[in-house]
């Protein structure tokens, strides 16, 4: 199967719901019901289990009430009920795409691959699923590709994957969809350049990877910090799915104070690092770090960016313990709210000898965020790269300085970004040799694709308020979404079971030009997803 006989399948995209609506015989009346409840879905209210058990006896047939239902459970944690929820819909609605996809995805967060094609057939194409229908949803199309990216990013077939991904730029280009494949695009190239690590080995002998070695700020204690105010002592016994009313008394309390607590609690991630390390990770008394960095981001206070790049500066093992996946996924939206008008302070950051190849790429990734969400600052920016592209010819015999797995990344970023005037500087770095070629391809294939305008929405979310931030962390974490015990030892396991969010993560988009939503960025997607609009048809 090639990449046009994908393009060629011919059908067509509507942002109405009508077509769905149509399907399960949903009319007005039933769909402002399946609004209300969504509401209460939501707001995960108990209550709402009662309600849903009555509506789907009485529309049997509309499954939409079936997956609000299992969503609820999956929100409350109740994974063994979602999944039986999940399993239901699948045996009454057999044509229902959510079901199907619902059931793909546990089997993809189960590693159970080989079952995917059974679900949404050999093929992994929509129409092929469904012949005789001709017209989709957007959530559909979008909801299936993505969910193929993954199950092909699973099999480690990057060809298949980037195939889905050229899919969805060109849905985006023909039908003018708002696509965020970030982070589909950046699973892609992980997988790349594994495969091409374990294809090629002189790829890994011109591989530089610099030692990682922390820097030494405090020193190593078994003794807990004496906090100024004694809440605080609440971020050590408190999951992200904390009580928010002590988020807004910690909050409260006087600025000076508050932030000298706040800094004792970054500081104290590395004193007594070996203590916490022994531990079997805990969500309950491991987060009180990211505790602290949510409350610095939230109070906007540029005078911790020091402390935090000092905890961005020790070594990859204590990154991994107390970071995890969040350091790659959303370390970066912390740093914009803080840093995005310092860059002058991460170039210098960027530059020093041996740091964390995923802590350079992260800065990068805020850096790539401000050009998108800041326009007027492209020649800051341009400038920014040209200077750390420099250093890194003229320092091209520092091992120190060298990471190739960075100037592969930066180039990414540089190549996404359309960033042109890099391009004497790129190619003197693939001249010289320094650059992991598995990560953005070859020269040439970088120069193709740096004069080309991507259609993919490169524009990461950057969310507004504390209580957003902290629901995009828990419903970002395997330890929050996995029943698994085993699995939430620890945070660094999470690379393992990263498809794990396939059964939560949303499916975003947009209507298509002159289609009105009637809900709320808050309330529930009409499409009947069981997602909030705003991580939805609302994105």
């Not at 011109?206 to 003794?223: D, L």
């Not at 508050?258 to 491991?286: G, M, P, T």
């Not at 010289?432 to 020269?443: E, H």
Request: aromatic share 10%.
């Amino acid at each position: 199967m090639d990449n046009n006989e994908l393009i060629q399948v011919q059908y067509s995209i509507t942002g109405s719901n009508e077509v769905i609506n149509k399907l399960y015989g949903i009319t007005d009346e039933i769909e402002d019901q399946l609004f209300e409840i969504g509401i209460k879905v939501q707001k995960r209210k108990n209550s709402a289990i009662k309600e849903l058990n009555g509506l789907i006896k009485k529309y049997p047939l509309v499954p939409q009430f079936k997956n609000y239902l299992s969503a609820l459970y999956e929100s409350q944690g109740n994974h063994f009920m979602a999944q039986e929820v999940t399993r239901r819909i699948v045996a009454l609605h057999p044509e229902y795409l959510y079901g199907k996809l619902n059931i793909a995805n546990i089997a993809i967060s189960n590693n159970e691959f080989e079952k995917v094609p059974e679900i949404l057939g050999n093929l992994m194409e929509l129409k092929a699923l469904y012949p005789e229908r001709d017209e989709f949803h957007c959530g559909e199309v979008l909801g299936f590709y993505q969910t193929a990216i993954k199950y092909f990013i699973g099999i480690k077939d990057g060809k298949q994957a980037q195939m889905r991904l050229d899919v969805l730029e060109k849905l985006n280009r023909e039908f003018n969809l708002g696509v965020n494949v970030s982070d589909l695009s950046r699973r892609i190239m992980f997988l790349n350049l594994e495969t091409n690590l374990g294809r090629h080995e002189k790829l890994w002998e011109s591989r530089r990877i610099p030692e990682v070695i922390g820097k030494k700020v405090v020193e190593p204690t078994s003794i807990a910090p004496i906090f100024t105010n004694d809440i605080i002592n609440q971020l050590y016994c408190n999951s992200l799915e904390v009580d928010q009313q002590i988020i807004n008394d910690i909050l409260a309390l006087p600025r000076e104070t508050l932030l000298s607590d706040l800094h004792k609690v970054l500081y104290d991630s590395i004193a007594r690092y070996e203590i916490f390390a022994e531990q079997d990770w805990d969500k309950n008394c491991h987060e009180f770090l990211m505790h602290a960095l949510l409350l610095l981001t939230e109070l906007k206070d540029e005078s911790s960016i020091e402390l935090i790049l000092d905890l961005l500066r020790q070594d990859s093992e204590y990154l991994d313990l107390w970071f995890g996946d969040y350091l790659t996924e959303d370390v970066w939206e912390l740093l914009y709210h803080i840093a995005n008008d310092k860059l002058e302070l991460l170039c210098s950051f960027v530059l020093e000898p041996n740091r964390y190849t995923y802590v350079k790429s992260c800065v990068s990734h805020m850096v790539e965020q401000v050009l998108i969400h800041q326009s007027e600052r492209r020649l800051e920016v341009v400038d920014w790269y040209q200077r750390i592209f420099q250093f890194w010819i003229d320092n091209k015999e520092n091992d120190d300085l060298i990471d190739s797995d960075v100037i592969g990344f930066f180039i990414c970023d540089v190549v996404n970004s359309n960033l042109v005037e890099i391009i004497p500087q790129m190619e003197s770095l693939f001249n010289l040799g320094l650059v992991s070629i598995g990560i953005p391809g070859s020269y040439e294939e970088c120069l193709k694709d740096i004069n080309e305008v991507s259609t993919i929405n490169r524009k990461d979310l950057i969310i507004d308020t504390l209580a957003d931030r902290y629901e995009q962390l828990i419903s970002s974490s395997s330890a929050y979404n996995n029943d698994n015990e085993d699995v939430q030892l620890k945070k660094s396991n999470n690379k393992e079971v990263d498809s794990e969010e396939l059964y939560n993560e949303v499916k975003k988009f947009v209507p298509l030009p002159g289609e009105k939503p009637k809900a709320g960025r808050n309330d529930p997607c009409p499409c009947g997803s069981g997602k909030k609009y705003k991580k939805c048809c609302g994105k």
